[in-house]
């Protein structure tokens, strides 16, 4: 690979790497393109393959990352040259390209430094950047969660908290057994968010004053907390309290 103009040398890992998206990969975000594949799939795909970190000398615009068909616009901001977006949720993104074509098409100025998917989770994790931004600039660009993030940079396999048929049956018991604790709670279930991913239900003893439901909530918070499953699996959580019927 040719970075800056020069040839990698011969004692880089890189040094023999043309530039292009790994199959696997490619593969997995035309399908989730075509509405038949998923983020989860394209974690796994990104396993143990490279990817390309983005290099400007001067960070002067603004860029759009799209997902799930909306545009956004983002701010960037530099750590050593190296950029970073903002996601549309408000989080700071490291965006990584699956190949120097769509780094191209994405800013033509931008200089591909490779690097083992690994290793660059584990940047962004260090740099406090959650999430990552496969291709921001398309065709198919992919906002990978916190949870898929940590996975990546530890070398594990990543189990979404979310799925096809709702929340998985572990976070939402995990969720369920620590909230059901809190003084003050008649009720919970967790269900798939509309502002996060996943939503905490939950039905409060009638009667409270706003100093009562502020302290029960404040609790609930700290409950969730606690649970190493919903930190490790569950990217956000939004409340949502009601009234015990």
């Known amino acids: 690979m040719t970075v800056a103009g020069r040839e990698l040398p011969p004692s880089s890992p890189f040094a023999g790497d043309d530039g292009t998206a790994d199959a696997g990969v490619a593969s997995a975000l035309r399908a989730l393109e075509e509405g038949t594949g ?29 997902h799930d ?14 950029v970073a977006l903002q996601a549309p949720d408000g989080r700071t993104a490291l965006p990584v ?9 994405w800013r033509p100025d931008a200089r591909p430094v490779p690097s083992d998917v690994a290793r660059a ?15 921001p600039g398309g ?25 096809p048929d709702g929340v998985d049956p572990a976070v939402r018991v995990a969720i369920v057994e620590a909230v059901s604790a809190v003084r003050g709670v008649v009720a ?3 269900v798939v968010g509309t502002r996060a991913e996943v939503a905490v239900v939950v039905d409060l003893v009638a009667g409270l004053d706003r100093a009562g439901l502020d302290a029960v909530l ?3 918070n700290q409950a969730l907390g606690t649970v190493e499953l919903v930190a490790a699996r569950v990217d956000s959580l939004e409340l949502r309290p009601r009234s015990a019927r």
């Open 38 to 66: 998923s983020v989860a799939a394209v974690v796994d795909a990104l396993h143990g393959t490279r990817v390309l970190v983005p290099v400007l000398a001067e960070l002067e615009v603004e860029d759009v990352v799209v």
């Open 69 to 82: 068909g909306h545009a956004h616009t983002v701010d960037k901001e530099a750590s050593a040259g190296i």
């Open 97 to 105: 390209f699956t190949s120097v074509a769509t780094m191209t098409a």
């Open 121 to 135: 989770a584990l940047s962004a994790v260090t740099e406090g950047w959650e999430v990552l931004v496969v291709d």
């Open 139 to 163: 065709p198919t660009t992919v906002l990978l969660p916190r949870p898929a993030v940590w996975a990546l940079a530890q070398q594990q396999a990543w189990e979404p908290a979310v799925g």
């Open 188 to 190: 919970v279930d967790a």
């Open 218 to 220: 404040g609790s609930v």
